[in-house]
């Protein structure tokens, strides 16, 4: 088995700031994700990433950068956060697209 | 891209009977379809999934059912539990590296 870890659990910043999620995946998985979940609401694909150092845009990728510096880790960048993007992040892998995807805990992300 | 329909919104059932939720897609070159649940406060988690070879799967009190001519697949919980409230999400994808998500099914069963 593998583990999908993501840092921070909770994110606090203020409005207009520059904020950083990371996510680390040890199942050697070539494909990974981020997706925001509004409360209660779907996944929708920000950005996701075939290989290292690749990046494809997915639906919602305005506002936010990603970056795949190597296999095991993805990050998102919040280019400048506002208070309608409060959400949950959660970063995925899976060995393929067409694959059963393993999602991490989730960052939940407050905007003051 | 990929548009996929997901209903109902919201299910409530009572226990012990079983629940279906229907999931409509559109683009004719996906050839994989997985169900995911997510319980409160917790990630989605995969829980059945069928490919474009099969039109019929089944685990564990659950059964997927998928109509390729009418681009159609849905899932089926037989004798719902109060552990099977959660949300649950259909999607559709392809090798193309990623898959589309419909917005969820809240299943609410009733003791």
């Known amino acids: 088995g593998g583990i999908i870890t993501q840092t921070p659990k909770f994110l606090i910043g203020q409005e207009g700031q520059k904020l950083t999620l990371k996510c680390q995946q040890n199942f050697n998985h070539d494909t990974m994700y981020w997706y925001r979940q509004d409360s209660g609401k779907g996944l929708r694909l920000i950005y996701y990433?075939?290989?290292?150092?690749?990046?494809q845009k997915g639906d919602l990728s305005e506002g936010y950068d990603a970056s795949r510096e190597k296999k095991s880790s993805f990050s998102l960048t919040v280019t400048s956060a506002q208070k309608n993007e409060m959400a949950v992040f959660l970063c995925?892998?899976?060995?393929?697209?067409?694959?059963?995807?393993?999602f991490g805990p989730g960052t939940r992300l407050t905007v003051l | 891209g990929e548009q996929v329909e997901q209903l109902p919104s919201i299910l409530r059932v009572q226990e012990g009977s079983s629940a279906s939720i229907n999931c409509t897609y559109e683009?004719?070159?996906?050839?994989?379809f997985p169900w995911y649940k997510q319980e409160p406060g917790e990630n989605p988690k995969l829980i059945i999934d069928i490919r474009s070879n099969m039109e019929r799967k089944q685990t564990q009190g659950l059964i997927v059912l998928l109509d390729k001519k009418a681009k159609r697949f849905s899932l089926h919980i037989t004798d719902t539990q109060p552990g099977d409230s959660a949300m649950y999400f259909c999607a559709a994808g392809n090798s193309n590296n990623r898959i589309f998500f419909g917005d969820g099914t809240q299943l609410v069963v009733k003791p």
């Open positions: 995925a892998s899976s060995i393929q697209g067409a694959a059963e995807q393993f």
């Open positions: 990433s075939i290989t290292e150092n690749d990046l």
């Open positions: 683009n004719s070159a996906s050839n994989y």
